[in-house]
């Protein structure tokens, strides 16, 4: 069975950073792309990041980019959010997701809180 399960969430002031990781289960992990997208209160998803299977290329919204990097460790089955500089608007569930022909499978999120 095919699991992400997503963590390191919670309430930072404003230019503070968090790292975000996902963990996944029941699939080659190495073999595909994986994204973060978040969905902030009252709003629709929004594209984050994504980076290819190898973690050799990544592409950012323009909105996180200078400030979030994206990563991930094949041989830990996991994918990071490195997040600095964080904006009172980063506020949002954040959710990994695996890419095949599109967004196949779906962590439940993680809650992102950047307030004073």
């Known amino acids: 069975e095919v699991q992400l ?3 390191g ?12 990781s996902c963990v996944a289960t029941g699939f080659t992990f190495g073999s595909y792309a994986m994204t973060w997208v978040r969905q902030a209160p009252g709003k629709g998803l929004e594209w984050v990041s994504t980076m290819d299977n190898a973690g050799f290329t990544a592409a950012y919204a323009d909105s ?5 990097t994206i990563s991930r460790d094949n041989a830990k089955n996991t994918l990071y959010l490195q997040m600095n500089s964080l904006k009172p608007e980063d506020t949002a569930v954040y959710y990994c997701a695996r890419y095949s022909q599109g967004y196949d499978y779906w962590g439940q999120g993680t809650l992102v809180t950047v307030s004073s």
């Open 9 to 20: 969430g919670g309430l930072v002031q404003p230019g503070g950073s968090l790292r975000l």
């Open 5 to 7: 399960v997503d963590s």
């Open 64 to 68: 996180v980019k200078g400030r979030f």
